[in-house]
């Protein structure tokens, strides 16, 4: 079964900068496309950034300009970098996984990141 698990949310205040993980079950590069997504109640996530299997990246439109996606083979983990936070960033920060991308792929538990203004 595959699984995900996100780590290194927390409160920052605006401006600031925070780094996610998210740390698979199983080796990375058996995906297609591993990317990560923010929630915010009532709303539709958002997906904020991606990298294929071949290292090919695409970012969303909501924090283009303040945000990396990485990876480190060795640690079998990928990483969202985020700088100059803002409010608006807020939110419950997911990571995903897809062998197909076509599929919904395969969610973690999620990480909160609160931005204070």
């Known amino acids: 079964q595959v699984q995900l698990v996100e780590s290194g949310g927390g409160l920052v205040q605006a401006g600031g900068s925070l780094t996610l993980a998210c740390s698979p079950s199983?080796?990375?590069?058996?995906?297609?496309?591993i990317s990560w997504h923010r929630q915010v109640p009532e709303k539709e996530r958002v997906k904020v950034a991606g990298m294929t299997s071949a290292g090919t990246i695409n970012y969303g439109d909501s924090m283009i300009g303040r945000v990396t996606i990485s990876r480190d083979n060795a640690k079998n983990t990928i990483y969202l970098q985020m700088s100059d936070l803002k409010p608006e960033d807020t939110g419950v920060y997911y990571c995903?996984?897809?062998?197909?991308?076509?599929?919904?792929?395969?969610w973690g538990q999620g990480t909160q990141v609160t931005v204070s203004s």
């Open positions: 199983m080796n990375y590069r058996a995906f297609t496309l």
């Open positions: 995903n996984a897809k062998f197909r991308l076509g599929d919904s792929g395969y």
